[in-house]
């Protein structure tokens, strides 16, 4: 199991929140699948220099995911697999993606400091 890291306000910085069975490794790679490159820029992952989205380079730092949803592992998760759901016009499609690959891409974004 992977662990991700998630920012936290404090004077002893970030703390380590885990993604329940999320593996980052195979998340990175799934970005690339779901071609998550088109519109974000994302380090680590090929080709990933899209301008349409947010560049994604710390999300592991951010309190909130589109701007007003709590940024915590099971929040992205529901984000990943269905963007519509939790924010109606988002123009973040809902791609396909499965709640296993959702977890792993989730402990690969909380990697980016």
């Not at 004077?11 to 519109?39: I, T």
Request: hydrophobic share 40%.
């Amino acid at each position: 199991m992977a662990t991700a890291l998630l920012g936290a306000c404090g004077d002893d910085g970030p703390h380590a929140v885990p993604v329940p069975g999320g593996d980052a490794g195979a998340g990175r790679m799934l970005l690339m699948r779901y071609q998550c490159a088109s519109c974000h820029s994302i380090p680590g992952v090929e080709g990933a220099q899209g301008k349409t989205g947010p560049a994604l380079d710390t999300f592991g730092r951010t309190s909130y995911i589109a701007g007003h949803l709590p940024n915590s592992p099971d929040v992205l998760e529901r984000w990943i697999a269905d963007p519509p759901a939790l924010k109606p016009g988002t123009p973040m499609p809902a791609m396909g993606v499965s709640p296993a690959d959702a977890r792993d891409m989730a402990a690969y974004l909380y990697t980016l400091r």
